[in-house]
């Protein structure tokens, strides 16, 4: 039940050692994967993993730093952690029972804010009449988990914190690099319910999440987000799997 773990600092070396940190006695982490996307201050992972760094030449998206992330993966499962994630407890023991069930393909645990807020990190896909709806204030396509509620499946969970069984990741191909930092969470959930896997919450677990959000009201990072809103439509729309 071993894990590799792969985290990406974008010049986040305070956020990211902090996580490192939280890392201490996670004996479920078997290798540690730390990318350092651009030049960074150095990074403190715990004593005791195996530490594989990268030191990206040109800057990778999200998907593309989880991919090189992946390669030469031995180990059963495969976590993707921002930097900005804070694991009060141990989360692993938890999310790693879900994997009893053959069929799941990724669990992640009920995302808090800094002050316990649960955060709407579980959603049910995105399309063009549930975004209007969303728009209107009728409904924002979230499932509103609360904490210690049993663990469900849904339609797609974002990337800030997933725990991937290895075998599905590589089924699917893992991300799709052609994505720039937004919705690749959302199209590689829609990817695994079409090869067959079970995408589920666990809500039972928790992480925190200090959320840095500047980028929403950057011009070039909604052009992103509107590119990669297209593109997904473009894979999926009209060929959503059902849940």
């Known amino acids: 039940m071993s894990i590799r773990l792969s985290m990406v600092s974008h010049g986040q070396a305070r956020l990211a050692n902090q996580f490192l940190q939280d890392l201490t006695g996670t004996h479920e982490v078997a290798e540690l ?17 195996t530490v594989l760094a990268h030191h ?122 052609k994505f720039h930092l937004y919705y690749e969470d959302v199209d590689i959930c829609a990817r695994l319910w079409k090869s067959g896997w079970k995408v589920m919450c666990d809500p039972g677990v928790t992480v925190v999440h200090e959320a840095q959000r500047a980028s929403r009201h950057s011009f070039r990072y909604m052009r992103w987000h509107a590119a990669s809103m297209a593109r997904y439509f473009g894979k999926h729309l009209g060929r959503l799997p059902l849940v």
């Open 56 to 177: 990206n030449p040109l800057p990778l998206g999200f998907a593309g730093n989880h991919n090189q992330a992946f390669e030469g993966c031995e180990q059963a499962f495969y976590c993707v952690a921002n930097p900005d994630i804070r694991l009060p407890i141990n989360p692993f023991p938890g999310l790693l029972a879900a994997m009893q069930d053959p069929t799941v393909g990724l669990v992640a645990p009920l995302v808090l804010g800094p002050a316990g807020q649960p955060e709407d990190n579980a959603r049910r896909f995105p399309t063009p009449w549930n975004l209007a709806q969303k728009l209107a204030g009728v409904n924002d396509g979230r499932y509103h988990l609360m904490p210690q509620s049993d663990a469900r499946p849904v339609e797609w969970v974002a990337g800030m914190f997933l725990l991937f069984r290895a075998q599905a990741f590589r089924d699917v191909g893992g991300f799709d690099a």
């Open 33 to 49: 994967v730390v990318t350092e996307n651009i030049p960074d201050a150095p990074m403190h992972p715990p004593p005791g993993l």
